[in-house]
């Protein structure tokens, strides 16, 4: 069974830090393309990143761009995404989704992934 568990998440300050992690089981993703989305309560799914089999190729929305940073160690099966100059607007749940099919590209639609996350919870006050 594939399973993708999030971890990392919880509550800091504007301004702070957090590194979520995504260990895949079941199978192994090192051919496929990975990403992170969020939601907010009241809104839908949103893309966050996306990184491609190799780690070659990331796809950042423009929200995080520059803040946050999308990577992954293919050797333990495990995404990160590195979260800096938190703001109260990141405030979500994060999911990480993985992507079935082998060397696709850093896909910004969730409907690209096939596997996912049950999300871990950032709350970033202010």
């Known amino acids: 069974q594939v399973q993708l568990v999030e971890s990392g998440g919880g509550l800091v300050q504007a301004g702070d830090s957090l590194r979520l992690s995504c260990v895949a089981s079941?199978?192994?993703?090192?051919?496929?393309?990975m990403g992170w989305f969020r939601q907010a309560p009241g809104t839908e799914r949103e893309f966050v990143s996306a990184?491609?089999?190799?780690?070659?190729?990331?796809n950042y929305a423009s929200s995080v761009k520059g803040r946050f940073t999308i990577s992954r160690d293919n050797a333990k099966n495990t995404l990160f995404l590195q979260m800096n100059s938190l703001k109260p607007e990141d405030t979500a749940v994060y999911y990480c989704?993985?992507?079935?099919?082998?060397?696709?590209?850093?896909?910004?639609?969730?409907?690209?992934?096939?596997?996912w996350g049950r999300g871990t919870q950032v709350t970033v006050s202010s």
């Open positions: 989704a993985a992507d079935n099919e082998a060397f696709g590209s850093a896909w910004n639609d969730s409907v690209r992934y096939d596997f």
């Open positions: 079941g199978r192994t993703f090192s051919a496929n393309s």
């Open positions: 990184v491609t089999w190799g780690g070659a190729m990331a």
